[in-house]
């Protein structure tokens, strides 16, 4: 797929987003503006919270860079949670978010996928041969310019020495919830995606799993945003961050990094 049909989704995408926030909000509910990668886990940490915030919360995923443009462009959302703490400061420093509800939420992993039929074997080190692997295909990845996934990804394959050769091969997409799409159905031969996402795609396989210290450490971090106006967000924030919330976290692979309430 080019780069040009990846930007024509993602217009897409941020059009039906914009387009479902007023009746969102007409609703009265709790408006949450999560990373793609969150979707499972946070779908179901929703639904166990509904008791405690007397409602359902409205979530809408997408990469956090066109989530935080969104919130910085006055889309009505009351929580924000990010892939990656550069935009949730980015919203910090304009003032945007409630400085004293920013808490680190979740830890993750990026690992290398492969269509759960391939038969890609490696082992990431340094100088591994990336090139090789992906051979005459792509590999998808997010937008390594704004996706947290894509940005994690990019400083992993740098500090392995193994971004220049690959560099002409990278499909970008929107979000990473796009680029896992890409390699379960066989349009990209690997991708990078968090271990989260391979968890909840049964179309990949996990090829290996970047060393930690190839790379920033993948925080979520989450927050009130500035304009909340729903009284229920307070109740939904400390759900997030209550036992229960935690334990659906781990069973999708997340490190969970705030105490229970």
Sequence with gaps: MTRKGFGLRAIGFAATLMAA????????????FAAASLKDALDAVNKACEADVGEAATVSYAASSALAKQIEGGAPA????????????YLSDKKLTKPDTEVKLLGNEIVLVAPKDSTVETKIEKGFDLAKLVGDGKLAMGDFKAVPAGKYGKAALESLGVWSSVEGKVAQAENVRAALKLVSTSEAALGIVYATDAHAEKGVK????????????????????????????????????????????????????????
């Design 206 to 261: 996990v090829v290996g799993t970047f060393p930690e210290d190839s790379h920033p450490p993948i925080i979520y971090p989450v927050a009130q945003t500035a304009d909340s106006k729903d009284k229920d967000t307070p109740a939904f924030l400390k759900c997030l961050q209550s036992a229960k919330a935690g334990a659906l976290f781990r069973e999708q692979g997340f490190t969970v990094l705030t105490p229970s309430n």
């Design 78 to 89: 009351d929580v924000f949670i990010s892939a990656d703490l550069d935009w949730m400061k």
């Design 21 to 32: 926030m007023p009746a969102a909000h007409a609703e009265d509910k709790v408006v949450v």
